[in-house]
């Protein structure tokens, strides 16, 4: 795995993660206007049909369990991220990295923030992924 892959792991989990709360909201949404028609319940011993409040719910459950689940990795895949960029000696690619794959910043804040050019910004990122390859500095996590 290139050092831009590896790296980008956290941007595209959060970008996930983002996309599951917006889910998880619409369900929670849908549940409100969920209502149980209680004539229509049997009282039985058996297990009948599920309702359509149970069946989101269920799926509300599920999705937040999930996004438990990522969050995790997440926690996880930024701190190996950290790992590596405090490896690097120039203080420049590691403020440049840390805001970019950790902080999920775009590059015109991190051009603004390091009072530089947007290409200065885009060459010394390109040095400090070749940096990293060069020392194979991913290679305990592919």
Not at 70 to 96: A, C
Request: aromatic share 6%.
């Amino acid at each position: 795995m290139k050092a831009k892959e590896f790296l980008q792991q956290a941007i595209w989990l959060d970008k996930l993660i983002d996309s599951k709360l917006e889910q998880l909201e619409k369900l929670e949404a849908l549940a409100q206007k969920t209502t149980v028609d209680l004539s229509k319940e049997k009282v039985s011993g058996g297990s009948g049909s599920t309702s359509p409040m149970e069946n989101v719910v269920v799926k509300i459950v599920g999705l937040k369990e999930e996004i438990n689940n990522d969050i995790d990795r997440l926690i996880d895949i930024k701190k190996e991220i950290g790992e590596i960029i405090s490896r690097l000696e120039d203080p420049s690619y590691q403020l440049i990295l840390e805001m970019r794959y950790i902080n999920n910043r775009d590059w015109e804040e991190i051009a603004y923030e390091m009072n530089a050019g947007i290409r200065t910004i885009y060459r010394l990122h390109g040095k400090a992924l070749k940096e990293i390859e060069l020392r194979n500095l991913t290679t305990k996590w592919q």
